[in-house]
């Protein structure tokens, strides 16, 4: 148990919908990542948050937006969906000087 | 970061000593090696990282040659858990090493280990 927690597991929605994606950084981590990995293109980071503000972006589409909270945890939403989006979402954390990034389980997300 | 350089995929038998290799010849100076793994779908896992001495932990060694240009994570004694994706990742540090940006996922390896 890495101690990052993503919330739902599985998701099943159709194209067109929008879903929100929750994560639960370990305690005390202050940096939280969004990552994607479906089949055709393997894990891809998809954008950093850092105490709250946006650190980094990666390819993330621009019906993808995140945001981390006061209490850290973080969402990511994805909007109008479309079969393509359909991947697993990983979420990790890492401490304020930590190297590792720790991984949460995972949301399996499938848009039909 | 640097490009790395993975086999596709290796073979252990279990109790043996697994030994993953990677190449990274366009590493700079300041360029961290990470060893991740992922298990079926499961979320990536951290097993050692390094920057030019050679590392231990409790999961893992890792051997990094003396140019920086390649490593090998050494699994001691595989078990038939260790079956997995193992993903050579390159990385620098920010300036100040006070924050550590994205990981760059390859295609990594995958390593059977069998009975």
């Known amino acids: 148990d890495s101690g990052v927690t993503q919330t739902p597991k599985h998701l099943i929605t159709a194209t067109g919908q929008r879903v929100t994606l929750r994560c639960s950084p370990r305690s005390g981590d202050l940096s939280v990542y969004w990552y994607q990995q479906s089949l055709d293109q393997g894990l891809q980071f998809l954008i950093q948050?850092?105490?709250?503000?946006?650190?980094a972006k990666g390819n993330i589409l621009e019906r993808f937006s995140a945001q981390q909270f006061p209490d850290l945890h973080s969402e990511l939403n994805l909007s109008s969906l479309e079969l393509g989006d359909s991947a697993l979402y990983f979420c990790?954390?890492?401490?304020?000087?930590?190297?590792?990034?720790?991984f949460g389980p995972g949301t399996r997300l499938t848009v039909t | 970061d640097a490009k790395t350089t993975q086999p596709p995929s290796m073979d252990c038998a279990e109790g043996r000593a697994a030994n993953l290799p990677c190449n990274h010849s366009t590493i700079s100076g300041n360029e961290y090696v990470y060893w991740y793994r992922q298990i079926h779908s499961q979320g990536p896992q951290y097993i050692i990282h390094?920057?030019?001495n050679n590392e231990t932990n409790e999961m893992a060694s890792l051997i990094i040659t003396e140019d920086r240009k390649s490593s090998t994570l050494i699994l001691p004694h595989a078990t038939l858990r260790d079956t997995a994706v193992y993903y050579c990742i390159v990385r620098a540090a920010n300036a100040g090493g006070t924050s550590y940006g994205k990981l760059t996922f390859g295609q990594g390896t995958i390593l059977t280990v069998h009975p």
């Open positions: 948050y850092y105490n709250g503000e946006e650190r």
């Open positions: 990790a954390s890492s401490g304020d000087r930590g190297r590792e990034q720790y």
């Open positions: 390094g920057l030019k």
